[in-house]
């Protein structure tokens, strides 16, 4: 079957670094999605990796091992507004995206 | 650039009332858009994928005839809930891929909260 593994929350200190790991299990792989969805709201995108290695994009980095069925994503320099739940969205052979509960990070002063 | 727009933001109705969503792309076109639910706490449920000019797939266990979705352009498409009953209350979520290669990134609306009373 498919299936994600994440925290289902983290609690980190405002300015600090956090590192949020996925894990997962796909029929066949086209790469993974992170976003990120504040409370009540819709999910935004943050990063893509298909390839092994790790992306960086400004303060949010992520990372991909394949062979591992594993991924992190990196956020540093925290600000209080990066308080949400990020999702782990891996891509089956069928270019559909497995969607877990993602992690409900809260960030304190 | 990818602007998802989704409307309206909510929608409070009676039992039995039929609900229209609208999702357009501002910014691109979308051959395909989906259509989410998501319950509190819990992860994105995919109800259906809509590709223009063509019938909806839906998932196993949403009902075609209840959920009516329509993608009639390249930068519209609908969800109709037929007959809603309090169940139906949730927050429905669509979202769009340009086109291309099938590994886009999908651009969400901003979503619909339903209440059913």
């Known amino acids: 079957g498919q299936n994600i593994d994440q925290p289902t929350e983290m609690t980190a200190t405002e300015g600090a670094i956090v590192q949020i790991n996925c894990t997962y299990q796909?029929?066949?792989?086209?790469?993974l999605f992170w976003y990120q969805q504040h409370a009540g709201e819709a999910p935004t995108f943050l990063s893509y990796?298909?390839l092994d290695g790790l992306e960086e994009k400004g303060r949010f980095s992520s990372f991909l091992s394949r062979s591992k069925g594993y991924s992190y994503l990196l956020l540093k320099e925290l600000q209080m507004k990066d308080s949400a739940s990020y999702l782990c969205?891996?891509?089956?052979?069928?270019?559909?995206?497995?969607w877990g509960a993602g992690t409900k990070l809260i960030i304190k002063p | 650039g990818a602007v998802v727009s989704q409307h309206p933001s909510w929608v409070i109705c009676k039992s039995g009332t039929s609900v229209k969503i609208e999702c357009r792309s501002l910014?691109?076109?979308?051959?395909?858009m989906f259509w989410y639910r998501q319950f509190p706490k819990q992860s994105l449920m995919l109800m259906a994928t809509?590709?223009?000019?063509?019938?909806?797939?839906?998932e196993q266990g949403v009902e075609k005839d209840k959920f009516l979705i329509n993608h009639a352009s390249l930068t519209l498409s609908t969800l109709t809930v037929t007959s809603a009953h309090p169940e139906d209350s949730s927050f429905y979520i669509c979202?769009?891929?340009?086109?291309?290669?099938?590994?886009?990134?999908?651009?969400f609306g901003d979503g619909t909260r339903l209440s059913i009373l």
């Open positions: 979202s769009a891929i340009t086109t291309g290669a099938d590994n886009q990134p999908q651009h």
């Open positions: 910014d691109f076109q979308a051959t395909t």
């Open positions: 809509s590709n223009e000019g063509s019938k909806a797939t839906y």
């Open positions: 796909t029929s066949g792989f086209n790469g």
């Open positions: 990796n298909v």
């Open positions: 969205a891996p891509m089956d052979s069928n270019y559909q995206l497995i």
